[in-house]
């Protein structure tokens, strides 16, 4: 199978340095740009100056553009993603592979900076927004990407999350959002213990995107059966697999 991944959503440090990662050891990756524009897959070179483009869901067009969100070269092609919407997840993933072909893994990131709402101070509104991105957006996507596993008889799931400092005191709805991720990693290594496909979990405790990234695409391209089903605490040091 050819070496093709899907990147979701690509936001933050930790999918930005996935990205460059997957590039430079040779993976053609599928980029989910959320408020990314258009309607098609685009190469990165194009998504770079698409910056001030409206949203195709209603939303606020980026404005800081692809060099500011990390885009790599143009081997590389984003695909406009809205979270909330299971539609969007399905439609994500069809273009992802109308694109690069059929995928052999993917990978969904849980950035916290997106996951906070003040219990109190936020508007019910607000509060389900969150819910919806956090909590059903992940569990929408992750079905797609199954799906097309199973119909294939194979490929990779990687859920990658920062660890939470000890001393971090989260509010509730990111507290909420950040277990809910880990759970759904949780029931994804349970589903794969008796299907074709593999799932592993990193949680990152080494503040080093690189170093994560690179560890990450290393696992993706020789799969370590001993280390599926499970999440992994990478902290970046010296020994097996930095743990």
């Known amino acids: ?5 899907l990147i979701a959503p690509f936001d933050g440090p930790i999918a930005s340095a996935m990205a460059a990662e997957a590039e430079a050891a040779g993976w053609s990756a599928a980029l989910a740009l959320v408020g990314g524009g ?13 910056g001030d483009e409206a949203s195709p869901h209603g939303g606020e067009a980026a404005q800081d553009g692809g060099a500011a969100r990390g885009l790599p070269a143009s081997s590389s092609v984003t695909v406009p993603y809205e979270p909330r919407s299971f539609v969007s997840a399905s439609s994500l993933v069809l273009s992802a592979e109308n694109a690069l072909g059929p995928l052999a893994a993917a990978v969904l990131v849980f950035d916290p900076a997106g996951a906070k709402a003040e219990l109190l101070g936020a508007k019910p509104g607000e509060l389900a927004a969150l819910v919806e991105e956090r909590c059903s957006g992940p569990l929408f996507l992750a079905r797609e990407i199954v799906r097309r596993f199973e119909a294939r008889g194979g490929g990779t799931l990687l859920l990658v999350a920062p660890e939470s400092p000890r001393d971090a005191a989260p509010g509730p709805a990111a507290s909420m959002a950040e277990k809910a991720f880990e759970g759904l990693g949780s029931g994804l290594f349970a589903a794969a213990a008796s299907s074709p496909w593999t799932a592993y979990g990193l949680r990152d405790a080494s503040g080093q995107a690189d170093r994560l990234a690179r560890f990450a695409v290393e696992l993706l391209a020789s799969p370590k059966p001993s280390k599926a089903g499970r999440w992994l605490r990478f902290s970046g ?3 097996l697999f930095g743990q």
Do not use: F, L, Q, Y
């Open 237 to 239: 040091k010296a020994g």
């Open 1 to 5: 199978m050819s070496k093709t991944i």
């Open 38 to 50: 258009g309607g098609e897959p685009r190469s990165a070179d194009e998504a770079e100056g698409a």
